[in-house]
Every structure is written in C-alpha cells, then in structure tokens.
C-alpha cells in the first residue's frame, strides 16, 4: 500500500519557523515530482512547492517564495518544506503529493496522486 505521511506541524508565532516532512511508503517515486500543498478551512487547496526527482527543478507559489524552501532526500524517500518568516495567513492543512506523470513539473492540483493525511500549521499573530 502506497502512502504519504506528512509531519512537523504545529502552533507557532508570525516570524518563526518550522520544516515539515514527508516519508514516502510503499514504494519509490523515481522519477516523480512531489509537491506540497495547504488548504485553509472554506477555502481550495492551493499548490506552494513542488521538486523535480534530481532536486534542479523548484517551483514555488508566489506566496511562499523566498520564505519557504522545498527538498528532497530519495534516499530516505522523504520530501521536505523548510518554512521561515512565517505569516498568519500561511494557517492550512499542509498536504504533499505525488505527480502522476514521470519527468512532469506542474503547479496542478489534479496532476497530483497519493495525498497523505495532511498535517496542521497555525501561526498566531
């Protein structure tokens, strides 16, 4: 059984930090993208990051860029999201994914598979 476990989240004040992580299982994602993303309460998930396999590829939303940062480790088939500088309104559920497609790069919601169960992040302000 494939599955995608997200953890690091947690209560935090605006300014600090936090790196969430998620470990693969199942199988290996060789040659996948993998993606992070959050949705708020009322509102559609959005995409925040995504990595290519060899790591050379990023993209970020423009929300996060320059505070928040996407890797990954293939030898621990685990994806991470180095958080900084951080915001009320980066408050969601925090999701990573799979991309469908071997060698794709996409910020598509629907392009992605395998969602894990989400992990919380709260920033007071």
């Known amino acids: 059984q494939v599955q995608l476990v997200e953890s690091g989240g947690g209560l935090v004040q605006a300014g600090d930090s936090l790196r969430l992580s998620c470990a693969a299982s199942g199988r290996t994602f060789i040659g996948r993208a993998l993606g992070w993303f959050r949705q708020d309460p009322g509102k559609e998930r959005e995409f925040v990051a995504t990595i290519g396999w060899n790591g050379g590829l990023l993209y970020y939303a423009d929300s996060v860029k320059g505070r928040f940062t996407i890797s990954r480790d293939n030898t621990k088939n685990t994806v991470y999201l180095q958080m900084n500088s951080l915001k009320p309104e980066d408050t969601a559920v925090y999701y990573c994914?799979?991309?469908?497609?071997?060698?794709?790069?996409?910020?598509?919601?629907?392009?992605?598979?395998?969602w894990g169960q989400g992990t919380q992040v709260t920033v007071s302000s």
């Open positions: 994914a799979a991309a469908k497609l071997v060698g794709t790069m996409t910020r598509l919601i629907r392009e992605y598979e395998y």
